[in-house]
């Protein structure tokens, strides 16, 4: 089974910048969908974009469209999720999930059975 490492995340001032990286170990990520997910104190975990590896298609959150990218790089087995004029209320967890088998991205946390141990994002004021 696929196991998901995310790293990149770390403490920036508001209007800053970050690259996260989410590399699966083990099987290839061709035709899954790997989604980012974010977690913050007190609040439920929500997804911020996702990609489906097979065809490329992509999908950012609102809050996220015009800030954050999401792309993949199939011969490094990674999915990067670059983040500019980052606010401090994008602090949180940044989670990559993956779920089994060759399925569409959903925007349901529970849908999804392979996550990373998740990287901190802090953005400051």
């Known amino acids: 089974q696929v196991q998901l490492v995310e790293s990149g995340g770390g403490s920036v001032q508001a209007g800053g910048s970050l690259r996260l990286s989410c590399v699966a170990n083990?099987?290839?990520?061709?035709?899954?969908?790997i989604a980012w997910f974010r977690q913050a104190p007190g609040k439920e975990r929500e997804r911020v974009a996702s990609?489906?590896?097979?065809?490329?298609?992509?999908y950012e959150a609102d809050f996220a469209k015009g800030r954050f990218t999401i792309s993949q790089d199939k011969a490094k087995n990674t999915v990067y999720l670059q983040m500019s004029s980052l606010k401090p209320e994008d602090s949180a967890i940044y989670y990559c999930?993956?779920?089994?088998?060759?399925?569409?991205?959903?925007?349901?946390?529970?849908?999804?059975?392979?996550w990373g141990q998740g990287t901190q994002v802090t953005v400051s004021s």
């Open positions: 999930a993956t779920r089994d088998g060759d399925l569409p991205c959903s925007p349901l946390p529970q849908v999804y059975n392979v």
């Open positions: 083990g099987d290839p990520i061709s035709r899954k969908c």
């Open positions: 990609i489906y590896t097979g065809h490329g298609g992509t």
